[in-house]
């Protein structure tokens, strides 16, 4: 895998990530009780991380049998990312602080977390139309081990923002409270951007 579409791919998976959603919204109900943030982060990374080996394993082994899937799933993905461009400059998503919870234990967090993130269908979904778009068969690593290794970045660009939006939350909604629909805005503009871009790429390519 070339240093230049792992940047590309960093780029691209970044917008996701800075974008809030049930995942922000999570870590900041988690940032208000303090202690908790740590576990309540590594319960939603463990959910992505179950996303990228099902991934890995079901949609790897399709793409390296057969090229031409790969071609379908980038029209798919290119598509889904401007779909979900649009509904974001529609209805911008802003993080709202959860409801407090009954206990406080690490274990309750941490398994809250990865319900959250794992049986949201919108993560699986996320990294069917994202991580197929930069494997190809043409690199030297397989493109289950090229999967895995793209959803581990993105798991760790998750794990940096979702500990920062956790321990920085309360500052942050008193503070600045039109930051977050303000990044959805941009996220969503850029997302239609890189989905015309592909698109274009195929056509012409």
């Known amino acids: 895998m070339s240093l230049s579409t792992f940047a590309a791919f960093w780029a691209v998976s970044f917008l996701f990530v800075i974008t809030p959603g049930a995942d922000w919204a999570y870590a900041i109900s988690a940032g208000l009780r303090g202690r908790v943030v740590i576990p309540a982060v590594s319960g939603l990374l463990s959910g992505h991380l179950l996303a990228t080996l099902i991934v890995a394993a079901g949609v790897g082994g399709v793409v390296a049998g057969h090229p031409a899937a790969m071609l379908v799933m980038n029209i798919a993905g290119a598509a889904y990312l401007i779909w979900l461009g649009l509904n974001l400059l529609r209805n911008p998503s802003t993080p709202q602080i959860g409801e407090a919870q009954e ?58 923002v979702y500990l920062l939006v956790g321990f920085s939350s309360e500052s942050v909604l008193r503070a600045r409270p039109h930051a977050a629909l303000f990044v959805s805005n941009l996220s969503g503009a850029a997302m239609i951007m890189v989905g015309l871009a592909l698109l274009t790429e195929q056509a012409f390519g």
């Open 103 to 160: 206990s406080s234990s690490w274990a309750r967090w941490a398994l809250k977390g990865a319900c959250i993130s794992g049986l949201n269908p919108k993560v699986l979904l996320l990294f069917l139309a994202l991580l197929p778009q930069f494997a190809n068969t043409s690199f030297a690593w397989p493109v289950p081990m090229q999967i895995t290794a793209l959803g581990l970045a993105h798991t760790l660009s998750c794990g940096v």
